[in-house]
Structures are given as C-alpha cells and as structure tokens.
C-alpha cells in the first residue's frame, strides 16, 4: 500500500507538536500546582540539541526553533536553577519528566522512522567517461562504480553519472571524500540538461534533408534527447525525474600532489548511501597556460545575442560583467583568440560616414578578454557579400544595410581606410599589434577574388605587414591572405598547395562550420565527442597554427530546443550544434560537453608539443594512433585513454 504524503510535512507536523508540548510544559510548570520557574537550562539543552538535528537533516523549523529556545536559556543563564537530582524531585515531577523523554522519543524515532522510509528512495547510479555519449534513456549499470582518470597538472578531472530512481521530489546529496587535506580547490558539480536532435547530420553537409543521403556516421539516428548542457548546480539536487544525469569536476592545479589518489562520490538519499570511486593518477606534468599555446583557437561570439540572452542593454554596466563571464568560459576552454567587430565602435551618419569612433569602448572591450588570458585579437571581416548568386562586395554596417556600399565605390573605401587607420591607431598605442589578424570578407570564393584583392591593397598600403586571417573558399588568394583558414576536408584535398603556402611563410588554420558531415572531423552534437578532442591532435599531426569555428552562441533564439534550425531555402538547415557550443545561463553563458571536449583536445596539444620537444619521434607515433587524416581517425575513448597515458607517462 502507497502513502502519498510528503516525509518532510510529517517531521514538520511533530515539530509543531513537540513545540506545543513545550509549550504545555512551561504552562504546567508555572501553575500554582507546582509553583516552580521556568527551568532555562533544560530550554538551552533541548535548543542546543535541535540546532544540529535542524541542520544535518535541513528540517529549518526545527532549527529556528532551536535556536530561539538555546538563545532564551543563554540569556537567562543566571537564573539557572541549581540542579535537583532524581530521588530530590517529587513524584509529580518524576512521572511529567518520564513522559515528557518517552513523548519526546517517540516523535522523534517516529519522524525519523518515515523520514528513513519514505525519503529514501530506491535509485541507481553509475559511472562514466566524460566523454561518453549520454542519453535519458540511456542504461545504467550499477556494476560501473570505478573510473580511472589520467591527468596533468593544470586540467580539470571529470566525471559523469547516471543515475535513475523510482519517486520524485527527493532530494539527493553529493560529497567527495579523498581530496588531499590542504588542498584549496573545491568540486564542482553540474547538472547535465538534455538537448533534443531532430535530424541528423548530412553525409555532404548541413542535414541529411540538405541532399537526401543517410548518413551512417552518426552516433544515433534522429530525433533523440541527449545531455549536453552543463547547468552548475550545488552538492544537492531535487530528483525531478526518473532518470537524470551529473558532473563532478574538480580542478587540478599545480598544488595537487603528484600520485595516484582514491577519490569516493558518496551519493545520499535519505538514509540511503551509494559510493562510487575515481582512481585519479596526477603526473608530474605541468600544462602551459593557454595563452601561450602555439596554437591558435577561436570561437567566434556574438554580442548580440549575450545581450538580448541575458536581457541587458549593450554596453550597460551589467553587460561588461556578463561579457567578461564569456570571456572567462573561454578561457576555461583553453580558447585563446577573440574577435570584435568594427562596427561596433563607430557612429555613421544616414550616408554611412564614420561620425565618431568610440576608442574607449575598444580598449575596454580587448583588454575584457586579455585579462582572462586571452592572447590573440582577431577583427572580424568587415565586408559581406550580397548573396550567394552574385559577386556583389559591401560594407558590412549593421545599422545601415539598406545602403549597400560597394567596397569598390569612393565611399565604401573612405568608410573603410577610415575605420581602419582608427582601428590601428588604438592597436599600436596598445602594443597590441602582434596580437593582431585582420578579416576582410568571411569565406572568399574565386568570384569575389579581384574585389578581395582591391580591398587588401587598400588596406595594405596603409599597413603593409598587415597578418590577414580569412576563413577561405579560393586557393587564388596566394600573396594577398597569409593566414589562411580552409575547411578541414578542403585542407586534406588541397594539402600540397597549403603546404607551399607555409614554406612561404604563410599561416595556415583549418575550420568546420555546417561542413563536413559524413566521416569528417567536426564537433555536433550527434557525432562522437572525440572528434572535438582530436580536432587539435589534427592541428599537431599537420603541423597547423590554428583552428576556427563561427559558432559559439550563435543560435537563433532556442538554444535549448532548437538545435537544427532553417538557414535559408527548404533544404537548407544548419546541424545541431553548429551554432553554438556555450549555452545562456542567467548571468554567465554555460557550458557544453562538447565544449569540454574540445578543451581536452586543446590540452593534449601543448602535452604533444611538450613530447615533441623531448622525443619526437614518439609524439608523432602517439598522434598516428589517434589520428591520420580527418576523415580517419580513432572512435574508441578507451583507446583515447590508453594512448593520453602513454603520452603523459613519457612526459612525467
């Protein structure tokens, strides 16, 4: 038989009722029959008693009333009456008091009987790699209770857990018990959110829908739910569903002792415990700090959507504060590079003409992410084209697209050379200039290459060591882009030319963005989350300088429930997760286990780096086992695991 009553009501009810009793108590006490005073020593004993109970089983008016009853007791601690021993007391005094500890028990071992009972629920937890792919329906095995963790100094050990459990509404506490005493760092823990996938990603790119085609390199086919987001939670949680799933993470930096150390997740519920263990091995092996990689790696980000997200007006106090929230994300996942907008700190008037130029808007805005540790300034490309089908190039000024400034016209290169001396002249003042790479027109193709060159002359003769970084669709931009950025599968087609390019001297990048699909490395939500992981192993394999993606938090106003979203004609739908890989939180942008994969991968790039100065031959042999081409590739996380050991073991 079920009782649907809430444990929590009940112990409530025989506070109340233990309250009232007191209440009798002191009333009895008072009366002509006993003539006696108020015995403030026995109120501050019982208070200073259910101050504790209060607290550990977070019953809070057993704890207010604690400690009213143990301040009134204090307060009158002159008038404690000396102590009458059992025998001294009357008869009627005896038989109240043997009532009152009987009374007192029994409400007691009867709270605690239901709390017991009925607040601790039957659940079952498990353990697993961070990253797994998780879904809600995914199966627990309660055997999964040991996960090993090979790490550097410098990372974040993690863990996820899935748990399910048969009632609702009960709360669920999290401990770790094994941190080294001394150590200043805490755990953190998240809540994973699901997400759903309404269509996979195609073969060729976007969607399948985009060309028809099946594509067989997904993890699951669609529509599915599965957890994504990391939504920071406190070491406890209300179970507000069946199944559910969490994150620890706990920071180590260089003050965690070097070894192997057993740490314990002690689950609770009620009176219920599960332990689940995490054989955590730290190397002696300090990262760099991720602004001094050799590799470059940016998310770009949109202004506009933090503030519309977070309901803030641009530029507002409250703005800056959240900005630097991103910022700081960034950092965390091992981002280094940044990019702003032009536009952003110029007025124009209705001919489109730069009227004022906020350069303390600017350094305000670069040093907001320098300060977090990021070490590379990218200015956004600042032309656009008018659409696929033509080859028209304009300026890029939000406030004022119905003009339509040619780049070629007399105004459009005022505009231009105008923005662009103020811009130089707020980054040389700053000694910001070898930060620095400049865009011009996002994803150039042979069509546009005469209008992309006019526009780098222009800004070449003004600044002629000028680094141009173009996220490019033409390889006929040779001696204008010396920084380039192909998409990874135009990388592998065009290796030898890209090659030459940086025996020349040139950079070059590589970027994914709603291609590829198929086999290719990219970072959706429905393809393994190694290839995030292995994105900057590709970067160490072909000896590259850095890696872009557009999306960061660039979705379209659904971030949580619309992840494939329409991107022009019917056919035509940006993949899940191509848009943004942070997610808005309330003050602060959260993370994504796709975003912390990627981070691993950028950490496993300054460790090859390090390998590669001391053994190169074996960073190489390491690197080949994971990775050989973008489009072949290890999928198997334990053999992820295996070889991220060896690398730290002849690092250590």
């Not at 941190?179 to 996979?200: C, F, H, K, M, T």
């Not at 990874?488 to 001297?505: L, P, S, T, W």
Request: proline share 4%; with cysteine.
């Amino acid at each position: 038989m079920e009782l649907n009553f809430d444990p929590f009501s009940w112990i409530s009810l025989s506070i109340i009722i233990s309250v009232i009793v007191i209440i009798i108590f002191l009333f009895v006490i008072k009366s002509e029959k006993f003539k006696s005073k108020a015995d403030y020593r026995t109120l501050f004993i019982i208070g200073c008693g259910w101050i504790p109970i209060g607290l550990a089983t977070e019953i809070w008016p057993l704890t207010i009333v604690g400690v009213a009853l143990a301040i009134y007791g204090g307060l009158n601690r002159k008038k404690w009456a000396k102590q009458v021993t059992w025998k001294e007391l009357p008869e009627g005094k005896r038989r109240l008091k043997i009532g009152l500890i009987i009374g007192f028990t029994l409400i007691f071992v009867a709270g605690g009987i239901v709390y017991w009972v009925y607040d601790s629920p039957d659940y079952s937890v498990a353990i697993v790699d961070e990253l797994e792919a998780i879904y809600p329906d995914s199966n627990i095995n309660a055997s999964d209770t040991l996960l090993i963790i090979d790490i550097p100094k410098g990372s974040f050990a993690a863990a996820h857990l899935l748990l399910s459990t048969s009632d609702t509404g009960k709360i669920i506490r999290f401990k770790v018990k094994g941190i080294p005493a001394g150590y200043e760092q805490s755990p953190s823990w998240y809540r994973l959110l699901e997400v759903p996938v309404s269509e996979n990603t195609g073969l060729d790119s976007r969607t399948e829908k985009f060309s028809g085609q099946t594509n067989p390199y997904v993890i699951r086919k669609a529509p599915f739910f599965i957890y994504e987001v990391l939504k920071p939670v406190e070491q406890k949680i209300t179970m507000d569903s069946l199944s559910f799933a969490m994150r620890f993470e706990l920071a180590i930096d260089s003050s965690f002792p070097a070894g192997s150390h057993e740490l314990e997740l002690v689950i609770t519920s009620g009176f219920q415990h599960k332990t689940i263990s995490i054989l955590l091995n730290v190397y002696d092996v300090k990262l760099p700090a991720f602004g001094d990689s050799s590799m470059k790696y940016v998310n770009w980000h949109s202004i506009n959507r933090i503030s519309s997200d977070h309901q803030l007006e641009k530029w507002s106090d409250e703005f800056w504060t959240v900005l630097s929230t991103y910022a700081e994300m960034m950092a965390k996942g091992r981002q280094n590079t940044f990019w702003f907008h032009w536009a952003d700190f110029f007025d124009f008037d209705s001919d489109g003409m730069v009227s004022n130029y906020d350069e303390a808007r600017l350094e305000k805005y670069i040093q907001t992410f320098l300060d977090a540790g990021l070490s590379t300034i990218q200015g956004a490309p600042f032309t656009r084209r008018i659409n696929w089908s033509t080859d028209g190039m304009l300026v890029s000024l939000p406030a004022l697209d119905d003009l339509q400034i040619h780049t070629s016209s007399e105004s459009g290169e005022t505009i231009i050379a105008t923005m662009f001396r103020s811009v130089l002249g707020t980054i040389e003042k700053n000694a910001w200039t070898e930060m620095w790479y400049q865009g011009i027109f996002d994803e150039p193709t042979d069509q546009y290459v005469d209008r992309y060159k006019q526009v780098a002359d222009l800004l070449y003769s003004i600044k002629p060591d000028l680094r141009i970084l173009e996220a490019t669709m033409t390889t006929s931009l040779s001696g204008i882009v010396n920084c380039w950025c192909p998409q990874v599968h135009e990388y592998q087609a065009n290796i030898d030319f890209f090659n030459e390019r940086k025996a020349a001297g040139d950079d070059v990048w590589v970027y994914t963005c709603l291609v590829p699909g198929g086999p290719w490395i990219n970072r959706l939500v429905d393809q393994e989350r190694l290839r995030p992981v292995l994105v900057a192993w590709s970067v160490a394999r072909f000896d590259l300088d850095g890696f872009l993606h557009w999306g960061f938090n660039h979705h379209r106003g659904k971030p949580f429930t619309e992840l494939v979203v329409l991107h022009g004609g019917p056919k035509n739908y940006l993949p899940a997760g191509d848009s943004h890989i942070v997610y808005p939180g309330g003050k602060e942008p959260w993370s994504s286990q796709r975003f912390e994969a990627h981070r691993i991968g950028m950490e496993d790039y300054d460790l090859i780096k390090m390998l590669e100065g001391k053994k190169p031959d074996m960073a190489n042999t390491l690197v080949l086992e994971l990775f050989r081409a973008f489009d072949d590739y290890e999928k198997d996380i334990g053999k992820y695991r295996e070889v991220k050991k060896r690398l730290l073991q002849e690092l250590d």
